[in-house]
C-alpha cells in the first residue's frame, strides 16, 4: 500500500501544550452550568414521573458522555413501555404537560427522522430536546463516559478536536459532515492505535456490563476505575497527539480500504464489512464503525463533495500543525 507523505515531528511541538490546555479550560462547561443542567433535570423527571409513573428519563449525548463543551444544548431520552406507533401520542401529551409548566418554546416534532419535543427553560436559558426509547443512545454515551475516565487526554483531545470541527463547518451531518459522536469514536479509536497505546479496547474485555437492546448485546468492561494507569506507559502530551491525529487523518487512513473499529480496538477492512460499494445513500467513502450497531457506519452521511470537504480540512490541520507560527489560533479560524 501506498500512503502518502506522513510528516515527521521534528520541532519543538511541546510548546503547544499549554495554549491547547488553556483552550481546552475554557470549553469545559463551569460547576455553576452543570449545577443548572441537573436542576432542569429534576424538574423535568418530576413532571414526567407524575403522569408516567413507571417511566425513566436518562441523560444521553454530550451533556452524559463528558464530551460536552460549554453551553451545550441536553439530550434526553425517555424509557417508556410504549408501542412505536404510540410515540407521537406520548410526544403531545408531554408537550402539553411542559407547556403548562411554563416551560418555555415547547414543539413537538413528531415527524422527524428521530421524533422529539423540544423545550427551553426560561430559568436556566438551557435548550433540551427528549426523545423516546433510544436506548442505544444511553448505552452509547455511558461507553464514551467510560472511556474518557480511563485517561484525561481522550477528553483533552476530543474537545480540541470538536472544536476545531465547528470552527471549520466540518461538523454538520445535513451537509455530508460528520457528528460529534463521530469525532469522539475516531480520536478513541486513535488513542486505542497509540503505541504505546493510551486507550484499552473496552468491549474486548472480560465484561462486567452487560444489556441486550433491540437484539444487541451490549457488553463491556466497565470498572475503569481500575484501569487509571493504562496509559501511563504513552507519556505523549496533548500537543503531540493533536498533530499525530491530524496528520494520521490527513496522510496515514487508508480511506480506500480501512474501516475504524472502536469495538475491536483495530482496523478493520471495507471488504469483511462489505463496505465496499454504495449501497443506497451509503457510500462508505469514510468508515467508522459503531460500537454497537456494528452494520452502521457512522461516515455514511459523507458524499462525493464532503469527504473532500473533510480530506482538505484535515491536511489544512496538519500542515498548521506542522509548520504555522501559531497553531493553536489558526487551527481554529472560521472558515
Ligand atoms: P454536541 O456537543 O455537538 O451536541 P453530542 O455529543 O451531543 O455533541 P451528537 O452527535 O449530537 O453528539 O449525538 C448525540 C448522541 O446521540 C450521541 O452521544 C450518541 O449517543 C447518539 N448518536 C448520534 N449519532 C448517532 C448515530 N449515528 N448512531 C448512534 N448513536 C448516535
Ligand atoms: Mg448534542
Request: a neutral charge.
Amino acid at each position: 500500500r501506498i500512503f502518502r507523505r506522513q510528516m515527521q515531528c521534528r520541532f519543538d511541538i511541546d510548546r503547544l501544550n499549554a495554549p491547547f490546555l488553556a483552550i481546552y479550560d475554557s470549553l469545559i462547561p463551569t460547576e455553576e452550568e452543570k449545577a443548572k443542567q441537573n436542576q432542569l433535570f429534576t424538574l423535568l423527571e418530576t413532571l414526567i414521573t407524575k403522569e408516567w409513573p413507571e417511566a425513566q428519563l436518562y441523560v444521553y449525548g454530550s451533556c452524559g458522555n463528558s464530551f460536552g463543551v460549554s453551553k451545550s444544548d441536553i439530550d434526553l431520552c425517555l424509557a417508556i413501555d410504549v408501542a412505536d406507533d404510540n410515540k407521537s401520542e406520548i410526544l403531545l401529551r408531554l408537550a402539553d404537560i411542559l407547556q403548562s409548566d411554563n416551560l418555555q418554546n415547547v414543539q413537538a416534532l413528531t415527524r422527524a427522522r428521530v421524533p422529539i419535543v423540544k423545550l427551553m427553560d426560561p430559568v436556566t436559558g438551557i435548550s433540551c430536546d427528549i426523545c423516546i426509547n433510544n436506548v442505544l443512545a444511553v448505552i452509547n454515551t455511558k461507553l464514551l463516559r467510560d472511556y474518557a475516565k480511563i485517561d484525561a487526554r481522550l477528553r483533552q483531545l476530543a474537545f480540541i478536536v470538536k472544536h476545531w470541527a465547528k470552527s471549520r463547518g466540518v461538523n454538520e451531518t445535513y451537509q455530508g459532515t460528520l457528528s460529534s459522536y463521530a469525532y469522539v469514536l475516531m480520536c478513541i479509536h486513535f488513542l486505542q492505535q497509540r503505541r504505546p497505546a493510551v486507550l484499552p479496547c473496552l468491549q474486548e474485555m472480560q465484561s462486567t456490563y452487560s444489556v441486550t437492546v433491540e437484539n444487541i448485546e451490549c457488553a463491556f468492561f466497565d470498572q475503569v476505575d481500575k484501569l487509571r494507569d493504562f496509559g501511563s506507559h504513552n507519556r505523549e502530551p496533548i500537543a503531540k497527539l493533536v498533530w499525530a491525529f491530524f496528520n494520521y487523518w490527513a496522510y496515514g487512513h487508508d480511506y480506500a480500504n480501512s474501516v475504524i473499529s472502536v469495538r475491536t480496538g483495530s482496523m478493520l477492512s471495507k471488504r469483511e464489512k462489505d463496505w465496499t460499494r454504495r449501497i443506497g445513500n451509503d457510500r462508505h467513502l469514510i468508515c467508522i464503525e459503531d460500537p454497537f450497531e456494528i452494520s452502521h457506519d457512522l461516515g455514511r452521511v459523507v458524499d462525493k463533495y464532503s469527504i473532500k470537504v473533510l480530506r482538505e480540512e484535515f491536511e489544512r490541520a496538519a500542515e498548521i500543525m506542522q509548520y504555522d507560527a501559531n497553531p493553536c489560533v489558526k487551527l481554529f479560524e472560521p472558515y
